[in-house]
């Protein structure tokens, strides 16, 4: 089934600590963000990209795009000041296919074999997103003091993509804007209107870039999928 995917990349990067929007960095010569559109402009179940960018990032992506032959990218929509915003910049285009993901540019290693999984949920029951099994013991703190240990068994690292049927996630985002609430992800709009979400297993390598230690893993993940072809 066709799909749309929706690409915040407005962000800033504040954690990586550049000197410049961390999607624009580069991994093995190519910018983070063509490695993510590159996903989608290959698999042919994706219809059309829509993007949210910052207006003064405009033009360095238009040529980008242009640089790395991206045809999907139908439209650069201004993004907002968090990424909830720049999600809904997106989301009220005309013309949007049955199924929408949203997908964060900062998560270039996404496997197709995930999307699909994805959207074959959310065509049966509406909602699925993707996680990982937490490796890591969790414990709950106030301060710097444990207050309990969580059952780890019950626990899932969420990632993106997350896939919808269009008009849910329009519904969950005019819910949430009436509401004044923000969220960190589309999952808890969806999730606080009452729709049940599904889970779908997804790769530890999906790994969103998000610290400058990211980089080397990014890289080392690169060479590792050269290598094995
Ligand atoms: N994003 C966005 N608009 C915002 C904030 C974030 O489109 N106002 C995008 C980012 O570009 C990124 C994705 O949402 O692709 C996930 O966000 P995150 O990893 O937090 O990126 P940044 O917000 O850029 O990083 P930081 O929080 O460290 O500043
Ligand atoms: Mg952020």
Known sequence: ?????IIPAAGSGKRMGADRNKLLLELSGKPVLIHTLEVF???D??????????????????????????TKVTKLLT????RQYSVKSCLFESDLSELVLVHDGARPFIHT??????VQQARVSGAAVAGVKVKDTLKRVEGS??????????????QTPQAFQTKLLQKAHEVAAADHFLGTDESMLVERIGTAVSVVEASYDNIKLTTP?????????????????
Do not use: N
């Open 1 to 5: 089934m066709q799909y749309d995917v």
């Open 145 to 158: 003091t444990i207050v309990e240990t969580v059952d780890r068994e019950s626990m899932v690292a969420i």
């Open 213 to 229: 230690e990211d980089l080397l893993f990014g890289e080392a993940i690169l060479r590792y999928r050269a290598q094995e072809g």
């Open 79 to 82: 993004g907002g000041s968090e």
């Open 45 to 70: 179940a994706c219809r059309r990209i829509l993007l949210a960018i910052k207006e003064e990032e405009r033009q360095e992506l238009e040529s980008l795009l242009h640089h790395y032959a991206i």
């Open 41 to 43: 402009e290959k698999d």
């Open 113 to 118: 074999e995930t999307i699909h999984k994805l």
